[in-house]
């Protein structure tokens, strides 16, 4: 399974982009890709190289390789080269995040950097975000959860665009949004659900049977839960914190992605395949 998402990919795959045509057309023999890279410009050759990229993420190359990811790693490591500078000859991540700031931020989002130079993990491999994202999108799609998909796409958009207090307002607004539509999955109760927000997380600690758990102290009512506690972490002042960084909303992606997942995968236990 590739280890890079879909926008890494396509990040990575623009940066090819501004090779020459002969320079993408040996790229693309180099890897097998002579016969998807065609068409009558750069930018036809490059995405469809993307295009073939994101619809086969399994696909090996003569080495036994995840294709995907030999790919994205030829191209970072150009990048790189092109972050060297001076005498002797240094990399400066300063340079690389200036220059090639949609596909660092992509590689953050991934869990990786190349703050020292080499692509190493930032979390471990088990936490795989690229096949988390994946996961919440399907879950989302079988359950018709439009609303908060629309909020989570929107908080990776504005991320990939360096926009750290929208992308963070999204991430919030996903997991409130989520939060409030599994409500509306469990019975309803007399009266009619509460309102949405704060209420009908309460609500979905004290339903029968609760969604949270309290033994593993979830929710306590006291503030001190670990969602209570989680919603206060994504929006310590407001929904636009004006202390927000690239590395903080990154944070904030990477928590409501792998929470989401766990809520979406929790809702299917308790409800079923759709």
């Known amino acids: 399974m590739a280890q890079f998402s879909r926008r890494t990919i396509l990040s990575a795959t623009d940066i090819l982009a501004d090779r020459t045509n002969s320079e993408i057309d040996r790229f693309a023999l ?15 050759k ?16 003569e080495y036994e390789e995840n294709l995907s990811d030999a790919v994205i790693i030829a191209i970072l490591g150009r990048a ?11 990399f400066s991540f300063t340079d690389f995040q200036s220059h090639f700031a949609v596909l660092n931020r992509g590689l953050e989002r991934d869990g990786f950097t190349v703050e020292d130079g080499t692509l ?5 491999g088990i936490v795989d975000l690229p096949s988390a994202e994946d996961e919440v999108h399907l879950l989302l799609d079988r359950f018709g959860l439009q609303v908060p998909g629309v909020h989570l796409d929107q908080g990776i958009s504005a991320h990939v665009r360096g926009q750290w207090p ?14 409030d539509e599994i ?30 758990i309290a033994e593993l102290n979830e929710w306590s009512h006291d503030g001190k839960g670990f969602f209570e ?8 002042e407001g929904s636009h914190p004006g202390l927000s960084n690239e590395e903080d909303s990154t944070f904030r992606f ?18 079923g395949r759709p």
């Not at 490059?46 to 190359?61: C, M, V, W």
């Not at 509306?184 to 600690?205: D, E």
Request: proline letters at 9%.
């Open 166 to 179: 929208g992308a963070n307002a999204q991430f919030r607004t996903f997991i409130e949004s989520l939060l």
């Open 120 to 124: 190493r993990r930032t979390l471990p």
């Open 229 to 236: 506690a989680f919603f206060r972490r994504l929006c310590p």
């Open 80 to 90: 790189i080269e092109r972050s060297f500078s001076g005498y002797p000859s240094v």
């Open 30 to 44: 180099e890897h097998g890709l002579e016969s998807v890279a065609v068409g009558p410009s750069k930018a036809d």
């Open 183 to 212: 409500a509306l999955r469990a019975p309803a109760p007399t009266g009619g659900y509460p309102p949405t927000g704060h209420a009908r997380r309460q609500w979905l600690a004290n339903v029968t049977p609760p969604f949270f």
């Open 46 to 61: 490059t995405n469809a190289i993307g295009h073939y990229l994101i619809k086969n993420p399994l696909l090996n190359n």
């Open 254 to 271: 990477h928590l409501v992605l792998l929470v989401g997942r766990h809520l979406l995968r929790r809702l299917q236990a308790m409800v």
